[in-house]
């Protein structure tokens, strides 16, 4: 089954509104060459709506960093899918490995989130991925297929369908270290092969993300891999000429 690649950059806590205005409007200039590819950027919340004003008109699609779980209510500091749908945003990412390491997340609040997005009608972007240590004892089987389990516990083959998976290797997000285009396919083929064990043949359908020092020099042959349907990019993101260079990989 054909899966349209997905470029999405992960801004993280980087650019104001006015810092994002410029970033964009560099962007527009090339919108053209984004056609067949699915792009998107997710800025933080304070920026969101700039910025979905910002790409009105352009094939670029705007996507948050967080949702909680609950519709609202006393969460000092959260924002609710609803929320995000008014601006409206269009993708979510959900369980980044910064959440995960800096902010308690675990898999069981990442599978609330995810519950509450999809819900809501977003498309949650889920990160899965081992650390250096799990890597070097040969644990990263072991732990993505935990983290796939318990993160999409309870979800139906339609809600598994409206759902990206980006898979990035903790330690290669942003350190310049990337997975091997081999690496980071074999983990894919896994996530694919637990998929489609749990949810049938849905998981054909289902697009895999790679995120973890993707560039625009290693981007081509990571992309070109069977089971990798686009980038998660955080760092490059940044830089319109190599934000670029990955799409035009892709
Ligand atoms: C990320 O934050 O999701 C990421 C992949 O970062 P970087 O591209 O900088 O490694």
Redesign the pocket.
């Known amino acids: 089954m054909a899966r349209t690649k997905l470029i999405a950059g ?1 801004w ?1 806590m980087n650019q104001t509104v006015a810092e994002a205005t410029g970033l964009i409007a560099a962007l527009r200039a090339q919108a053209a060459a984004m056609e067949g590819k699915d792009v998107a950027v997710c800025p933080p919340f304070t920026t969101l709506a700039a910025v979905v004003a910002a790409v009105a008109g352009t094939p670029i699609r705007v996507g948050a960093q967080n949702v909680h779980w609950a519709d609202s209510g006393a969460y000092t500091g959260e924002v609710s899918a609803a929320m995000l749908r008014e601006i409206p945003v269009t993708y979510v990412i959900i369980g ?1 490995s ?1 959440r995960r390491q800096y902010f308690g997340e675990t898999d069981k609040t990442v599978n609330q989130r995810l519950l509450a997005a999809l819900k809501a009608g977003l498309t949650p972007i889920v ?1 899965v991925g081992e650390l250096l240590q799990q890597r070097e004892a040969n644990q990263t089987e072991a732990v993505v297929t935990t983290q796939i389990r318990d993160s999409l516990a309870g979800l139906s083959a339609a809600q598994l369908a409206a759902t990206v998976i ?1 898979y ?1 290797p903790v330690w ?4 310049g270290k990337t997975a091997s285009p081999e690496q980071a396919q074999a983990v894919h083929a896994l996530l694919r092969a637990l998929l489609r064990q749990s949810h049938g043949a849905v998981a054909d359908s289902v697009r895999l993300l790679y ?4 560039k625009p020099n290693n981007a081509a042959q990571l992309l070109s891999q069977p089971d990798i349907d686009g980038g ?6 940044l830089d319109v000429e190599q934000f670029m260079g990955i799409i035009k990989s892709a």
Do not use: Q, V
Request: aromatic share 0%.
């Open positions: 992960n993280k980044h910064e990160c980006a990035e290669a997000i942003g350190t995120g973890g020092s993707m998660l990019i955080g760092g490059a993101s």
